[in-house]
């Protein structure tokens, strides 16, 4: 049987270059990324366009310059004033001429010192459509790792233009080659690849001499020109343009050169020149983001050989004189790194277990996602645009205008692979680590609690820089548009999140010790102007008896003198209210704000609660099915109803199993409405041995049906004095009996399970001992403290995915914080074992 080979006819080959490069810009990337790979240490973009679109006019000498070819007669134009115009009447296809032929005097050069090309890499590889030498030889001499890979970056040129003209001059080399290739060949029908055919010249050449030739007529183009060693490398000329080429289209390119380049904190030695022939003056040097003001710097590096993170954190937000001068002595007690040493240092550098920064287990699937996802560095900076009146915060004074016009150019996270954009993360509006969704989950200032403040999207500007080599997972999508989502990618999200967040702790922890303390303050300013209200108020009380005193002495009649009296004191008892009213009201707008507060975070902590029982409502709604089978049974029984009930045991079970629930479903509804009876709504005086006695009966059921046991214990036998919300009371003890069904669960072996509350009064404190027999605190909270963070949680699914909301615990320690109380974790053998305590107000 005889064997015939395919054919590649040469318009297929160019329908392939053009779905990689479907517009003129990343065509442009494409030519400049060669430049990178040829190890250039500088690249010129240089747009010469003589015509941005078709001439309405064109003087005669200009006609006689342009059409000396003689492609178009003078019967195309009409003739106006010494002028020729275009003919309005013109086809379409005409236009389409006169269009090539105007933009065929146009041109873009793309020029770069780099190691030129031999003859052999010419005919081997630039000619060959989708090489694969980048694959296999990806470093270059000077130790870049290549950018292309896919072997057909020389269609950039065929979008571009219908002509191409390369001069090149390899490394070490005084002979050059010319290069010619005219696009119009891949559109003649039925030519195969086979049939195309550049030329190719070997000529002297001297590169420097032939572009200040080419550029003579713009002495600042010559100049750069001459800055740049050119003692090999290679000019692209493209002409025959295809697009239109206006002002605010250059602009566009030589913004994405700026976005798209490696940024100077690569320290890479390349950099890009843009300029526009007939403006030369209007762009230049290629800028890339840099930042010498910002509030926070932080540069790290994951290791996935040693699954570790190393962190390098600048701190620049606060005046460090006005810190010394007015808050010394809140440091006093800190440690590493919130001492006061350390700030006044500003830099300071920490390595984490990854395990601990994701708080995931440790075991061989995990590791075996980390190490999956290769090497990475991720730096960024963080720059507030404006500072909060309302905190009195020792910041340094910042320029917001300033500030924002550079985060407005440079900001968002970006991904460079191998030191070069990857589109469109970072991009203007592309959140895609949707930061803006996690600032919008806790909009909490940053210092009111630790570790719950978020950065917002518009005040961050990061890159993360993957290789080819090192994140092999890490791919591109077939458009070249993006990363490919996968798993690799999922992690590589939660690593960046994860270093986000040790940021957004370390600045939350380091401004709540301001806010304690302004609080403090404020709380001093608040209770010195109701002292000041009273003295005010005593004031008129003693004036008021003094003028009474002397009108009574005055008074002539018995009658006037009672009169007079009830018509002062019902006025006296009238501007005791207002004065009383006005220094309440202090006091109820605080009662309210923090009633309003418990409520929410009751009503969060319920459905906290709710959703973890969510799987017995689901139940129950299943076995409702049950109840078709229930009535065929009995209509069974009406025919046989001579037979003993014991023969109808499936319908007695189904009858227990609908009582079973309906008592489920009574127990989560009164749980529910009890949660959030008005009565629980008020700061009222609050009795604990009271209140666990009707926890104890609230959770009765669910614990029963669980097999667990409550046990209390109460040591309290004197009288105190504490006022809290029941509600806030409700947000603790149900998140920590919650917490411990769920450790039940995980327990691998059987065994008795009970949940213990003991309680004691001892020197006006409340002290109370919460403690369970279950799995305890999970390993991944190495420092223990952790679990009280928002949004942390170690509950994940088998792919490592959050599946618990990390709410509960930060909600127990933020009602224990607004009671003035304190929470830890006390030492246990089995389970978890925590003590709360809580200040009482002498009688």
Not at 631 to 637: D, H, L, Q, S, V
């Amino acid at each position: 049987m005889a064997k015939i080979p395919f054919k590649v006819s040469a318009r297929t080959a160019k329908l392939i270059g053009q779905e990689n490069f479907s517009n003129a810009e990343g065509a442009i990337i494409e030519l400049v990324k060669n430049s990178y790979d040829a190890d250039a240490k500088k690249s010129f973009v240089i747009f010469d366009i003589l015509f941005k679109s078709i001439p309405t006019q064109l003087s005669f000498e200009d006609y006689a310059k342009y059409s000396a070819d003689d492609e178009f007669s003078k019967d195309s134009y009409l003739n106006e004033k010494d002028c020729f115009s275009f003919n309005t009447k013109l086809d379409k296809d005409e236009i389409s001429k006169v269009q090539e032929y105007f933009f065929k005097k146009n041109s873009i050069y793309i020029i770069d010192n780099g190691d030129g090309m031999t003859k052999d890499i010419i005919e081997n590889h630039w000619m060959k459509i989708g090489t694969n030498n980048k694959e296999n030889d990806y470093i270059t001499k000077e130790g870049r790792i290549k950018t292309g890979a896919k072997g057909i970056g020389r269609f950039a040129l065929d979008r571009l233009g219908y002509l191409a003209e390369m001069w090149t001059l390899p490394r070490n080399n005084e002979i050059g080659y010319y290069w010619k290739m005219n696009w119009k060949q891949f559109e003649i029908p039925d030519k195969s690849i086979s049939d195309i055919n550049a030329e190719l010249d070997e000529i002297k050449i001297e590169l420097k001499q032939l572009l200040t030739d080419r550029f003579k007529f713009s002495p600042r183009i010559v100049e750069n020109i001459d800055s740049a060693k050119f003692e090999n490398g290679t000019v692209i000329k493209i002409s025959n343009i295809k697009d239109e080429w206006f002002d605010d289209k250059l602009e566009n390119i030589y913004k994405s050169l700026e976005a798209l380049i490696p940024p100077k904190e690569l320290k890479i030695p390349f950099g890009v020149s843009f300029f526009n022939s007939q403006q030369p003056n209007l762009f230049g040097e290629v800028e890339t983001a840099f930042f010498d003001d910002f509030d926070y710097k932080i540069v790290s590096h994951f290791d996935s050989e040693t699954l570790s993170v190393k962190l390098k954190i600048t701190r620049n937000e606060l005046d460090i004189k006005r810190v010394n001068q007015d808050f010394t002595e809140l440091f006093n007690d800190e440690t590493f790194p919130y001492n006061l040493k350390t700030i006044e240092n500003k830099v300071f550098e920490i390595n984490e277990p990854i395990n601990d920064l994701l708080k995931w287990e440790k075991d061989d699937k995990n590791e075996k996602l980390l190490k999956d996802v290769g090497s990475f560095s991720f730096s960024f900076y963080f720059l507030k645009l404006a500072m909060s009146q309302k905190e009195n915060y020792p910041y340094k004074e910042i320029n917001s205008a300033e500030r924002k016009s550079i985060l407005d150019k440079f900001g968002g996270v970006k991904i460079y692979r191998d030191s070069f954009r990857v589109r469109p993360y970072g991009d203007t509006g592309n959140d895609w680590l949707h930061l803006g969704e996690r600032a919008s989950q806790s909009p909490a200032g940053p210092g009111q609690r630790i570790g719950d403040w978020r950065v917002r999207p518009n005040q961050i500007a990061g890159l993360i820089n993957i290789s080819r080599i090192d994140n092999k997972n890490l791919v591109d999508k077939s458009d070249r548009g993006a990363l490919v989502e996968n798993e690799s990618f999922e992690i590589l999200l939660k690593i960046i999140i994860g270093i986000i967040n040790k940021f957004e702790y370390d600045r939350s922890r380091i401004l709540n010790t301001f806010y304690k303390e302004n609080a403090i303050q404020k709380d001093f300013e608040r209770k010195e102007e109701i002292r000041k209200e009273a003295e005010k108020l005593a004031d008129i009380i003693f004036e008021k008896r003094k003028i009474e005193e002397e009108e009574k002495e005055r008074a002539k009649y018995e009658e006037f003198r009672e009169e007079k009296q009830k018509q002062e004191e019902k006025e006296e008892k009238e501007e005791y209210q207002k004065i009383f009213a006005k220094s309440l009201v202090k006091f109820q707008n605080e009662e309210d704000k923090d009633a309003e507060i418990a409520q929410v975070r009751n009503l969060a902590s319920l459905g906290l609660i709710i959703s973890s029982f969510a799987h017995e409502l689901k139940e129950i709604r299943n076995n409702v099915d049950e109840i078709i089978d229930l009535e065929e049974i009995f209509n069974r029984i009406v025919e046989l109803e001579k037979k003993e009930l014991k023969d109808f045991k499936d319908g007695t079970d189904i009858l227990e199993l609908l009582k079973r629930d309906g008592e489920r479903i009574k127990h989560w509804v009164d749980y529910s409405l009890s949660a959030i009876k008005k009565d629980k709504r008020k700061r009222s005086t609050f009795k604990f041995e009271d209140y666990f006695l009707i926890m104890e009966s609230d959770w009765e059921y669910a614990l029963k049906d669980r097999n667990v046991d409550l046990i209390l214990e109460n040591d309290i036998s004197e009288k105190y004095n504490f006022r809290a919300f029941e509600m806030d009371m409700n947000t603790v003890f149900s998140n920590l009996i919650s917490n411990s069904i769920d450790a039940f669960k995980n327990l691998k072996t059987i065994s008795k399970r009970e949940i213990k509350v003991s309680y004691q009064l001892k020197n006006n404190i409340i002290s109370i001992t919460y403690s369970d027999n279950g799995t305890g605190l999970p390993k991944v909270f190495k420092n223990k403290v952790d679990v009280f963070l928002p949004f942390t949680t170690s509950k994940k699914d088998r792919n490592g995915k959050d599946i618990g909301t990390g709410l509960g615990m930060y909600l127990v320690k933020s009602v224990i914080d607004d009671n003035n109380g304190t929470i830890e974790f006390l030492d246990s053998s089995d389970g978890v074992k925590i003590k709360i305590e809580f200040p009482t107000r002498k009688k």
